[in-house]
């Protein structure tokens, strides 16, 4: 099956500056990466995703990169703000029209030092 | 719309007892999925239903049940609790058509088997 590796696990950045994530997949057939953030206590909520025939994608101060020779796709947050600390997962899935069995990395916890 | 909703939010249970977490959706959406979320270990799979009537195993199905009583429910039963299952638990619907099969989290249940 699947197996998506997450790093870093933790990662401290200084308000304003630039905080980059980095997510590997195993399996080459994998077609849709999205990307959770989920705040202590709540449920994970979709920040942003990308499908394999696009290779970046921008909302705002969210980005995602995907790189399917290497099979690694990255989370970049600029220009980042204190409600951006949260713990930020990755996913990844074969896109069945419905049935999206999501394999998710093992987390990275954001800190925005002010 | 309420979204995604799960009962109880909070539970303790007994080694080798029994209980079912239910979930329901009003979104109208096909598919609906069951998570664990263990420290350090990110969302697992554990069982999800493509649409009504259809249930599949995820990733950790040992020592779980579900129901996919109608398109709304999906519920998920621990016949015998053990410690091993002491966990946040979360359960997920996406829609192919409505929702680009992004998948809508409830707000978890915490399960504690002592």
């Known amino acids: 099956g699947e197996n998506v590796e997450q790093h870093p696990s933790t990662l401290s950045v200084q308000e304003g500056d630039s905080a980059v994530i980095k997510c590997t997949y195993s399996d080459s057939a994998s077609n849709y990466f999205p990307w959770y953030k989920q705040e202590l206590g709540k449920r994970p909520q979709l920040i942003i995703d990308?499908?394999?025939?696009?290779g970046e994608k921008k909302d705002q101060r969210i980005a995602v990169t995907l790189n399917k020779t290497a099979k690694h796709f990255s989370l970049h947050i600029t220009e980042t703000q204190p409600e951006d600390s949260a713990v930020y997962f990755c996913?990844?899935?074969?896109?069945?029209?419905?049935?999206?069995?999501?394999?998710f990395g093992t987390g990275t916890r954001l800190t925005i030092i002010p | 719309n309420a979204g995604v909703t799960q009962t109880p939010k909070f539970q303790v249970l007994k080694t080798g007892q029994s209980m079912t977490l239910q979930c329901a959706q009003d979104m109208n959406h096909n598919s609906m999925y069951w998570y664990r979320q263990d420290p350090g270990m990110g969302l697992r799979l554990i069982y999800y239903s493509a649409s009504e009537g259809t249930t599949d195993k995820g990733e950790v199905p040992n020592g779980y049940n579900v129901s996919r009583l109608n398109k709304r429910e999906f519920s998920l039963r621990l016949e015998s609790a053990a410690p091993s299952q002491t966990s946040v638990y979360f359960c997920?619907?996406?829609?192919?058509?409505?929702?680009?099969?992004?998948?809508?989290f409830g707000p978890g249940t915490r399960l504690t088997v002592l």
């Open positions: 996913a990844a899935s074969i896109s069945n029209f419905g049935n999206e069995k999501l394999t």
């Open positions: 990308i499908r394999s025939n696009v």
């Open positions: 997920a619907s996406s829609d192919w058509e409505s929702s680009y099969n992004e998948q809508f």
